[in-house]
Structures are given as structure tokens and as C-alpha cells.
């Protein structure tokens, strides 16, 4: 016998809830219709009658025949990648001029046209008004989708949601609770539902080596980002498909995070998922299933309309923000122009729908388990700051998703528990270039012989790596209408099945030889990896040393390293700085120790990786001020993460109060993986671990004070 639905009725104050949303719904159509009637000559509205009677016509007519279209033409809309729904959404705006007295569209071209503006308008006046007009229509679509699709059995146990807010420290997360950007989190944490709790992650601190750990319980061997492998000759990228795939192979057991039916979105790495979409180990695995997220952003009429006007608003927020971080004299900062602001909508909002639509359907067909990354957040406060103004309205608009999720939640054919996480924090502070006018790799080479060559591969950062990852894995399917347009569109930016967009994009991929290179630098962040291909295996402090007298000397005396990892033949692995060395073998310290600025653990963090059989010659950290709370990247992001230092190491976990918490700290994204499991094995049944008993209200519920984006 089935253990019974945990979830509780809908509260009185819930009823109230929606039954005011419908009247603001009303409204907000009601002035939409108007705004098309002034602007569209052929588009004519008699009065407030006409156009009260139109809003509820539409509404019925799109309640009524949408969900049949969905049912029986979801193909056809697929096919023609949304334009057949197009067509129908304005053959559905003609019926309703045809029944309603005074109401008048001249043909279906201009009904359309005005289909298109009404979706521009009303997600212009959802943004402004915190409403969504059409997301009960959405998630009414999706379901009837996922019935004609996937259909689901109805199972009253509960599933596990994981959702990772990407490069979100706990001190961030929480500033952006208390001040308002995140009112759905935090009614979750004020009505008692759920708790946070800090973690600390792995040296190095980036989504690769955190969700190897978190998905697979193991990322050793992982030094950084990218590394150079001597074996491979090459280097390898997280988040570059085929490399990936690899790192994957040699970590997985088989029995990762969501083996036992679970789904993995937006993810560098499977967890062993049979379904996966938008994740970078699996995008050349045709074998595997990958969703249906396309099929129903495709099949949304709306949905291309609304994407245009989220974007092209987005882009309008990049610009102001970059604006007024000039005119006020903000620093630290960096420029932010070019296609910049066309990434950042691609990222905090293609990426960002594409993910919801597919979860929304995860939800309605009632999947066990499911771990999504969103990584709007990450990018932006890359860019600018981990604290600006416009990071946060990121994260109060992805708050508004998680809003949506939870709705779906209480008409999914299963309860759910929702755990939020992040895989690493950020730290922010001027570039190494910014502050000293050159980079990690001129440093290196003013330091050796100007005719030994010097290799530092010029990386694609991570929102061009998320975005040829999505635009790989929709090229993948064999017997889809937009691969096949996207394949011949992106024909000349494709190399072996995967998408090549972004300047310069980095030759690390490559599997030609590199032994011409007498020097490889890479930078993660404010992590610096050097590495000599010509020495066999890992290069030593005496062997470095007799090659390149200056080198480590004159890193070592620069202001803006922190320290150096080195191996000694003599002492094994040593952690230099200006004022003092750490022996990592016995824990003795000569002089200062130059971990002290970067935590209780650094010596416990930098021992692993000097453990890794792929280490690097030598290991660069960038210095960090605990007291400014600053340090420096080798790449050019003013929020950087990979290294130690900061907030960068310690990010946080959003759960169920429920759930059993952990005895010890959690150090170590293995630690996570261990405390994920367990919830998985033994997910509690008897309540839900979300406050569908208190509605969303302004006054008893969240006493904080709501900040609207700008």
C-alpha cells in the first residue's frame, strides 16, 4: 500500500492568492488588448465591453482548444518549430473577433502580427507587475504535452528536486534573502520548511571538480577548470563536450547521484542519469535520452515572443548597469561590451527557460530525482560583481522560477522535496592584469629566456562553453526539424558534432603534440597552472630550478601571488610564499605560513591536489586580503572562483528541515555526494518539504520587503 499524499489542501489564503492573480491576469490582458488596438490599424476594439468580453473569450478559447492542439498536434508544432502554434494562436484571436460584438481583426496576417505584440506587451507588463499572465496556460500546456508524450502513473512517494544556483556563496545567498531579491527562499526559510547550512569546497573551486564530487562522489585528479595532461599532451576542459565525457568516464562507477532513475540538466557531468539534456559528458552519447525541453518550449506559441522580449530587456539591463558602474566610477570593474550583453541574455535567459520548460516536464511526469544547474547568476556576477546590483535582480528573477516550480510541484503526479545548492561561491577584486598591467603568462615569460616559448592557450570562458553545450546537444538529434535547421545553420562553427562559437576560441581541445612548448600556463580563476611538457612527469622544484634559475624565485616575490605548490625531490610537496614556506609532508612551517590567509583547511586542500597524479609542474594562487575581502584572478572576471581565497570556497545547501541535517561540517563535494544519497535512499514521507500550506503573503509570510528589478 502507497504511503498517502503528504501535500496539504490549498489553504484559504492560498484561494485568495489566486483568485487575485486572475483579476490581475484580467487587467493586465485587458490592457493589452488596448495597447494593440492603438497600434495595429487593422485591430479595433469598441469600448471596455468588447474588450473585457475579448480578454475572457481568448481565455476560453485557449483553454479549451490549446490543450487539444497540444494533444494531437504537438508534431507539427515541433516540425515547424513553433510557427504552426503561431499561426494557430492567431486563427484563435480571429474566432474570438468573429464571437465577440465589436471587436474587430482584418485577416490572419494582422491577427497574428497582433498575437506576437500581445505576448511582447503582456511579458513587459509581467516583468514590471510580478505577474505572469500566461503561466497557468503554460503549465496547463506542458501537462497535457507530458500526457501525450510521456504520461505518467500517479506515486505518492516523494521525489528529490536539485536545484544549484551555480557560483552562489552562503554570504551572497543570504544578503540576497534578507534584502528581498529571493522572497520564495525566503518564505521557504521563515515558515520553517527549510534550513540552510554552509559547506566548503574542494581546491579547486569550479563546477567541474564540485559536481564530479556532488554527482559521481569522487573528483580527484581534477586540478583545476583545465589542466594540462603530459600523457594526453593536451588540455583539458571541463565544460568542452568530448573532454568531459572522458573526465566522466574515469570517475563514474555506475552508481552516481541519479543512477536509480534520476534526470541531470544543464550539467557538466551525468551522475549517471539514463536522461539527460543539456549536459556536457553526454551531448555526444546519442544512445541516451535526453528530455523533451525543446518539444515544449517549441510547442509554446508564446514562448519565442517572450524569449525575444526577455532578452532584448535583458541586454537593456546589461548596457544601464555597465553605464552606471562607469558614471559612478564602480570598482572594481572590466569592460563589458561587444557581445557581451548577448551572451548574458543567453545565459540568464534562453539557458535559463530552456531549463524550466524541461523541468517543468520532469515534474509532470514525475521523475524520482532530478539535479539542474542554473547558471545565470555565475555569469553575471563574473562580469559585474558578485554583490552589483543587476547579479542580484539575477537572482530575484530566477527566484520567480523557482516560484513556478513549486506551483508545479502541487499538480505533479508525485510530492517533491526541493533541496537548493550551489557548487562554489565567488570572490571578487581587480584583475591581475587590471592591477599590475600584464598577465600570469608575461610574468612567466619576463622570467626565462625570451627564445624559450612560453604557450598560454586563450580560453573560451564558461557562457560561451554554456551555450555551445546547448546548442551542441540540440544539433544531436537525428529526427529533429531544428537540429536539422541548426546543423546547416551552424555548419561552419561545428567540429566533430560539437559547436564552436565564441572568440577565440581556445585550441586546448586539440590533440596535436605540444612538445614544442617549453612552457604551458593555463588560469582557472585565480588559480594559475604551469607546466613544462619536455620533463617527464611531474616537474620538481630542483629540476624547475636547474632549467629556469629565476622563475620560481621571481613568482615567488611578485605581490600578487599568493603562493606556490611545487614538489620537492627532497621534501615532497612544499607550499612557498614571500615570508615563509609550508611543508606539506610533516606540517612544518619556516617563517610565516603563507596559507594562513586562505583558511583553517588550505594545508589539508593544497595536500590533496599535490596528491593528484596530474598536478601541475607548479601551482599558482593568487594572493587574497582577508581584510578587503579581495584577491585577483589570471582571467579577466572581476567575480572569479577556482583557487583558495574568500567566498569563493564556501557555498551552501537550502533543505527540507525534515531531512536529517549532517553531524560534522561538510567538507568536500564527495561529503555532499554522501549526504545527497542518504536523502535520496530515505526521502521522509510523512510531510512535504515545502509550505504549500501558507501561501505566498506579503504580510504574515515574508516580512521582508520585496525588491523589484530596476
Request: overall charge negative; glycine content about 10%; charged content about 20%.
Amino acid at each position: 500500500m502507497s504511503a498517502p499524499d503528504p501535500r496539504p489542501a490549498p489553504s484559504s489564503a492560498l484561494r485568495q492568492l489566486r483568485f487575485g492573480r486572475i483579476v490581475a491576469v484580467c487587467i493586465v490582458s485587458a490592457l493589452n488588448l488596448f495597447v494593440m488596438a492603438r497600434i495595429l490599424p487593422d485591430f479595433d476594439l469598441q469600448g471596455w465591453r468588447a474588450t473585457a468580453l475579448a480578454v475572457v473569450t481568448i481565455a476560453v478559447l485557449n483553454a479549451v482548444l490549446w490543450p487539444v492542439l497540444a494533444r494531437f498536434a504537438a508534431p507539427l508544432i515541433l516540425w515547424t518549430v513553433g510557427l504552426l502554434g503561431l499561426v494557430a494562436n492567431g486563427a484563435i484571436l480571429l474566432l474570438a473577433a468573429e464571437i465577440v460584438p465589436g471587436f474587430d481583426v482584418d485577416g490572419l496576417g494582422t491577427a497574428i502580427l497582433a498575437s506576437i505584440g500581445m505576448t511582447a506587451v503582456g511579458a513587459a507588463m509581467g516583468s514590471l507587475l510580478a505577474i505572469d499572465d500566461d503561466e497557468v496556460w503554460r503549465r496547463r500546456m506542458i501537462r497535457r504535452m507530458v500526457q501525450r508524450l510521456e504520461p505518467a502513473d500517479p506515486n505518492h512517494e516523494p521525489g528529490i528536486l536539485f536545484l544549484q544556483i551555480d557560483g552562489l556563496s552562503e554570504a551572497v545567498l543570504r544578503r540576497a534573502i534578507g534584502e528581498g531579491y529571493m522572497p520564495t527562499l525566503a518564505r521557504w526559510v521563515r515558515s520553517g520548511s527549510h534550513r540552510i547550512i554552509g559547506w566548503e569546497c574542494d581546491l579547486s573551486s569550479q563546477t567541474g571538480a564540485s559536481q564530479a564530487g556532488i554527482l559521481h562522489g569522487d573528483n580527484t585528479d581534477m586540478p583545476a577548470f583545465r589542466w594540462y595532461d603530459k600523457e594526453a599532451k593536451r588540455v583539458f576542459t571541463s565544460n568542452r563536450p568530448s573532454d568531459a565525457a572522458e573526465i566522466e568516464r574515469r570517475h563514474s562507477t555506475g552508481d552516481g547521484l541519479l543512477a536509480a532513475g534520476g534526470v541531470s540538466r544543464s550539467n557538466v557531468f551525468s551522475g549517471d542519469s539514463h536522461d539527460s539534456m543539456f549536459t556536457f559528458s553526454t551531448i555526444a552519447d546519442r544512445s541516451r535520452p535526453k528530455g523533451r525541453g525543446f518539444t515544449y518550449f517549441v510547442a509554446d506559441p508564446y514562448a519565442i515572443a517572450r524569449l525575444i522580449v526577455l532578452s532584448v530587456a535583458d541586454i537593456a539591463r546589461e548596457i544601464a548597469a555597465a553605464q552606471r558602474a562607469r558614471r559612478r566610477d564602480i570598482q572594481p570593474r572590466m569592460k563589458r561590451g561587444g557581445v557581451y550583453p548577448l551572451l548574458r541574455a543567453a545565459t540568464t535567459v534562453l539557458l535559463r527557460d530552456l531549463t524550466v520548460y524541461t523541468l517543468l516536464g520532469d515534474i509532470y511526469r514525475g521523475v524520482p530525482a532530478a539535479y539542474v544547474d542554473f547558471v545565470g547568476y555565475d555569469e553575471v556576477a563574473h562580469h559585474s560583481g558578485i554583490a552589483a546590483p543587476d547579479a542580484l535582480e539575477t537572482l530575484y528573477r530566477l527566484d520567480q522560477q523557482l516560484a513556478r516550480l513549486e506551483r508545479a510541484i502541487a499538480e505533479a503526479p508525485r510530492p517533491y522535496h526541493v533541496v537548493v545548492l550551489s557548487d562554489h561561491g565567488q570572490t571578487q577584486g581587480a584583475t591581475f592584469l587590471q592591477r599590475y598591467g600584464f598577465g600570469l603568462p608575461d610574468l612567466v615569460a619576463s622570467l626565462v629566456d625570451r627564445s624559450q616559448i612560453v604557450d598560454a592557450p586563450r580560453m573560451t570562458d564558461e557562457g560561451w562553453g554554456n551555450l555551445n553545450g546547448v546548442l551542441s546537444d540540440a544539433i544531436s538529434e537525428e529526427d529533429s526539424r531544428l537540429a536539422r535547421l541548426l546543423r546547416t545553420t551552424l555548419t561552419s562553427r561545428t567540429v566533430d558534432g560539437e559547436v564552436v562559437l565564441g572568440p577565440s576560441r581556445d585550441d586546448a581541445g586539440r590533440t596535436g603534440s605540444r612538445e614544442a612548448e617549453e612552457l604551458v600556463i593555463l588560469a582557472s580563476g585565480n588559480l594559475g597552472l604551469i607546466s613544462f611538457p619536455e620533463i617527464a612527469g611531474r616537474g620538481t622544484l630542483e629540476q624547475i630550478s636547474n632549467r629556469y634559475p629565476g622563475l620560481i624565485r621571481g613568482l615567488i616575490e611578485h605581490p600578487g601571488i599568493g603562493f606556490l605548490l611545487i614538489r620537492s625531490e627532497a621534501y615532497g610537496g612544499l607550499v612557498i610564499g614571500r615570508q615563509g614556506i609550508h611543508y606539506l609532508e610533516d606540517g612544518r612551517v619556516e617563517g610565516t605560513d603563507p596559507l594562513e590567509p586562505f583558511g583553517p583547511r588550505a594545508a589539508s586542500h593544497v595536500a590533496r591536489t599535490d596528491s593528484f597524479s596530474n598536478a601541475p609542474d607548479i601551482l599558482v594562487n593568487s594572493f587574497y586580503d582577508p581584510e578587503s575581502d579581495e584577491g585577483a584572478a589570471f582571467e579577466e572576471l572581476i567575480g572569479f572562483h577556482g583557487g583558495l581565497g574568500g567566498k569563493q570556497m564556501y557555498p551552501f545547501v537550502l533543505f527540507p528541515r525534515l531531512f536529517p541535517s549532517p553531524e560534522e561540517p561538510i567538507v568536500g563535494a564527495a561529503s555532499v555526494h554522501q549526504l545527497f544519497s542518504g536523502w535520496l535512499s530515505a526521502a521522509p514521507t510523512g510531510a512535504l518539504g515545502l509550505p504549500f500550506d501558507t501561501a505566498p503573503d506579503p504580510v504574515d509570510v515574508i516580512p521582508l520587503p520585496v525588491v523589484e528589478p530596476s
